[in-house]
């Protein structure tokens, strides 16, 4: 299993990003984040087909998963960012999409939102 995560920057709060992770082959996947000092938790998955979704309460309603799997590319779309939501982004190939586990990991993207 390959991962590979793009997509972070420095942004402001109230705007957007949009992170990739393009993986080897298709697979459950997610989305996870480890502020500095803290532990790497769940933010969003998405099953194979896409069309089960799963979020942590704190990015509801302002973070989508979505994937296309032609390309083996999942995304997660952030809106009305805050500076809480300043960490390093990881994907992850998941068990199961709600399970708020990863299993194998690709290197993380860095997402700062200034106040």
């Known amino acids: 299993v390959q991962l590979q995560a793009s997509g972070g920057g420095l942004v402001q709060a109230g705007e957007s990003l949009r992170l990739s992770c393009a993986a080897s082959?298709?697979?459950?996947m997610g989305w996870f984040r480890q502020a500095p000092g803290k532990e790497r938790n769940f933010v969003a998955g998405?099953?194979?087909?896409?069309?089960?979704?799963s979020y942590a309460d704190s990015v509801k309603g302002r973070f989508t998963i979505s994937r296309d799997n032609a390309k083996n590319t999942v995304y997660l779309q952030m809106n009305s960012l805050k500076p809480e939501d300043t960490a390093v982004y990881y994907c992850?190939?998941?068990?199961?999409?709600?399970?708020?586990?990863?299993?194998?990991w690709g290197q993380g993207t860095q997402v700062t939102v200034s106040s």
């Open positions: 992850a190939v998941m068990p199961i999409y709600y399970s708020r586990v990863g299993q194998h």
């Open positions: 082959g298709r697979y459950t």
């Open positions: 998405i099953s194979w087909s896409g069309t089960g979704t």
